[in-house]
Every structure is written in C-alpha cells, then in structure tokens.
C-alpha cells in the first residue's frame, strides 16, 4: 500500500492539480484540444490519488467537454456519467446537476429531442431543489434552444423569459452563457414577429460576443452556431 502523502504534500498536489486543470482549460480554449487532454488526465490522476472524489468528477466532465468539441458525442456522454458518479458520491450539490444539461445539449445536437428534453427536465429539478439560479439560468437557457428547434416558440419564450427574470434577480459577470441567452431570445423574438426586439437583442449578443473576444475562443459547442448566426461563418 502506497505512503499517504503528509497533509503538506497533499496540499502541495492539490494545488498542481488545480494549476494543471486550468492550464488544461486555457489549452482547450485556444483550441488546443490534445495538449487540454493531456492535462486534464494528468489532474485527474492526482486528484484520484488524494482521494478527492469531487475534483476528479469536475475534471472529468472537463475532459468530456474536449470530446464533445472534437466530435466525439458517445466518449463525451460517457464521461458526462462518470462525472456525476463520482460528484454524488462526494455530495458536490452543485456539482452534479450541471451533467444533466452536459448531456441534454449533447442529446439536443444529436436531435434526440426527446432525451435533450428528459435531461433538461431533471437538471430544471435539481437546480430548482438547491436553489442554485446560475445553473437554473444555464439550463432553462438550453432547453429554450431546443424547443426552438421543434418549433414551440411559446414554450421556449416561457424558459428565456423565466432565464432573463433570473439573471435581473441574480447577475453575476457576463460569459458565454448570456450571449446564448441573447441570441436565443432574438430567435425566438423574430419567430413571434417582434422584429424590432429581435434585432436589439441580436445587436446586444454581437456587442458581447466582441466585447469577451469569444470568436476565438474554444469553449462550447453551441457558440460555434452562435458565431456563425451573429458575426458570420468563421474563416
């Protein structure tokens, strides 16, 4: 059986595998999809070897979000699974429910309508439970989008108006996330033939698209479409 390390070398490997983990995420927002593996494998052994079942379930799930960027949808699930497993297992409350919308937008890509929505669903219940509103905002924010795929303009209106509610009551600093937002409250506006809200909602998602530099960034998905949609095809 292997030394346990003495609490200073434990606090000295969990701050590597923290600083390994982020170099892994600036690796994966460049772009750089291999050298963002690397790391975050790295980071996850050293986690598993201090027995921190928490870190090791939010690594994970960062390095299914490299497999979902390089198209890799069934490698992406699987470690969307193996993340929550190991967050239940360490009662990360927070940590958890964010798998469910992980899958969902994975599912919703996929156009399984049907599982998106069943994630969407169970992660809305879970945020809803802990009261955690930004994930709560991130959640209603994707199933929005997929009921705008199937066309349910009322009901994707229904989950950005209860978003945008949430974002008001709760703000926090602008990311990704509220670009989403943004534009799917502009599809979902000229769907319903407000074209003037439409094109002020596009306006302000062009705004802070450019303002957080996000053309260049690696980071989800679902701004690929967003780029495309707002600024154009990338070169």
């Known amino acids: 059986m292997p030394d346990q390390p003495t609490l200073e070398q434990a606090t000295e490997q969990f701050a590597e595998a923290v600083a390994v983990r982020v170099a892994g995420v600036t690796h994966q927002r460049l772009g750089e999809f291999a ?51 190991a967050m239940r ?51 209603l924010s994707s199933r929005a989008e997929a009921w705008l795929d199937r066309g349910d303009f009322p009901a994707a209106q229904a989950d950005l108006d209860e978003a945008t509610q949430l974002l008001t009551a709760h703000p926090r600093q602008p990311s990704e996330y509220d670009c989403l937002l943004l534009c799917r409250r502009a599809r979902c506006a000229a769907a319903l033939g407000h074209n003037d809200d439409a094109k002020s909602l596009a306006s302000k998602a062009q705004a802070l698209l450019t303002e957080l530099s996000l053309a260049q960034v690696h980071g989800n998905p679902d701004v690929t479409d967003m780029i495309a949609t707002v600024l154009g095809p990338r070169s």
């Open 89 to 139: 297992a360490s009662n990360e409350l927070k940590g958890w429910p964010l798998l469910y919308r992980r899958r969902g937008d994975v599912f919703r890509r996929l156009k399984r309508a049907g599982d998106a929505m069943a994630q969407y669903d169970q992660g809305l219940a879970a945020y809803r439970g802990i009261e955690e509103y930004h994930g709560l905002i991130n959640t």
């Open 35 to 85: 050298k963002a593996l690397s790391c975050f494998a790295t980071a996850r052994e050293i986690f598993a070897h201090l027995g921190n079942q928490a870190q090791v379930g939010w690594t994970v799930q960062n390095e299914g979000n490299v497999l979902d960027l390089l198209g890799r949808p069934s490698d992406a699930i699987r470690c969307f699974d193996q993340a929550e497993q």
